[in-house]
């Protein structure tokens, strides 16, 4: 069993930053591919970034450059650090866990991110 929980959503400025965490609980998080996905008010879920067990990284062109993702496999985490943060980026932000052999995705419950003056 795979628990996830984000942490460090807030309000900030624009062009202000923050930066996400995501605790894994559970077995082999080493091997999974992670990610983060955010949804707005009346928007899809949209994939923000992923990062392989080999530590590739792949970033939505709306974030390229302003975020970045990286994991610590010593302690269980990954990270979202963004910056330069716009009003459209605010949403709901979701940590996401892919089982590497059954391909079952597992979700954190979320954290709330608002860029507003």
């Known amino acids: 069993q795979v628990q996830l929980v984000e942490s460090g959503g807030g309000l900030v400025q624009p062009g202000g930053s923050l930066r996400l965490s995501c605790a894994f609980s559970?077995?082999?998080?080493?091997?999974?591919?992670m990610g983060w996905y955010r949804q707005a008010p009346g928007k899809q879920r949209e994939l923000v970034a992923t990062?392989?067990?080999?530590?590739?990284?792949n970033y939505a062109d709306s974030v390229k450059g302003r975020f970045t993702i990286a994991r610590d496999n010593a302690e269980n985490t990954v990270y979202l650090q963004m910056n330069s943060l716009k009003p459209e980026d605010t949403a709901v932000y979701y940590c996401n866990a892919q089982h590497p052999i059954a391909r079952h995705d597992y979700w954190g419950p979320g954290t709330q991110v608002t860029v507003s003056s």
């Open positions: 559970g077995s082999m998080f080493s091997i999974y591919p």
């Open positions: 990062i392989t067990r080999t530590f590739i990284t």
